[in-house]
């Protein structure tokens, strides 16, 4: 009996070396990490908020507009008209664009039309006449210009890890972030950029990149950083640029903690925007507080804004995000409430997340939590389980899992943490698991020795008496 024990009490310690290995990074198993991102799903779906005040309107490139205005991209003399018409008319507080202008809008029909005014022809006064008429909509990314100065307008723009080749004009970096600070942290650090024509962003207030080098393994947008730094400057995601827009004072800071203090490496914790924290890991990133599955922000038809047929008070003083939901336009994310979400409307997350103060934490302590209730766990259950009947295993497995969802419940209502959940349950039920499996092969064996042994001897009613 007590051979059995102690090789049991091995048995449960080696898994729960095993489980701490993993939590503690020395050995990842990627098995527990897949089932940690579907309990993060879970939890989101389940904890949706049934009610927010919404801050953020999207301007929608959907398939009405297309059907009516034509094929993307547009004209810029059309974008530069619902510019126009947002502030003007509907006086909106903040625009953002989900696309960038690194390209000139040139028409075929412009260079002929050049041409012909180089040659003979100009010199037709009809023609000249015709020429001068077309001039003022052949300037299209002037006037697209005019119509983002001095307002509060934010483009788009993209920062690769790879590629070499850079294209457009980048915006003004955030100025109080020195080299030495920027490689005192971890932050994301881009190899190359496409940005906007310069025309397009010296009239713009600034830009924000669109990409998310913190895609997990499994293509889900569940987290995205909030700052990169390329050529030893920091930009800002569109989403907090968008934020910083809409206020007042927006001066960024960073909460850290000191890793190293002879190397200055330090551990982002928290990102500040004037009094409003937001909480990111050591890459700046940040988990997107999702409100609701695709199309939970009110989305109004570009159309309807250029041709004035929105309702007017939706859209006062409100924030507002230039983007598609079209399928066909390839703007279309995996995420953990739906594959096919707009990526207009994951901004449209992180900026409502921001101002409502809504992120949720997953800060580097937990990882000595989770060690720490692993420690508890395994050897608790390892030392209790072998000595217990089947019924109190039972109900020891039962009030250890109800503890960890309990805590795990408390943090992520009440504080606003992410635990680790998969690994201290996983853990419970594989302990349990094998201790009831070990129990019964056991005892299934000891039924077959008696029955081996006396079964010849003594009448079979006796044997299975002495065997129960």
Known sequence: ?????????GLGLSLTILFLLHSSQHFPLPIIQTL????????????LPKSVDKKVIIIDIDEKSLNEIGQWPWDRNILAQIVDNLFDYYQVKVLGFDIFFAEKDENPSDKILHKMASSSLGNNPEFQAIYANSLSSMHRDQRLAQSLENRNVVLGMV??????????QLPKSIPQFTPEIINSFSFKHAASYTANLPILQSSARTAGYI????????????????LQAYNNKIYPSLALAIARASMENNQIKLGFEIINEQTSQRSLEWLYIGEIAIPV???AGALVPYIGSQKSFQYISAVDVLKKTAPK????NMITIFGTSAAGLLDLRTTPLGKAYPGVEVHANIVQGILDKTIKHRPEYIIGFEILLLIILGLSLTFLLPVLSPVWSSLCMVSAMAISLGIDSYAWNSLQIVLPIASPILLILLLYGMNMSYGFFVESRGKRHLTHLFGQYVPPELVVEMSR
């Open 1 to 9: 009996m007590l051979k059995t024990r102690f090789l049991r009490y």
């Open 36 to 47: 940690e991102n579907m309990a993060y799903d879970f939890r989101l779906k389940l904890t």
């Open 159 to 168: 920062l690769y890890e790879n590629k070499t080749l850079n294209k457009g």
């Open 211 to 226: 990409d998310n080098p913190l895609l997990d393994d499994d293509g889900v947008f569940r987290k995205v950083p909030l």
């Open 281 to 283: 890991d050591e890459n």
């Open 313 to 316: 008070n939706a859209m006062t």
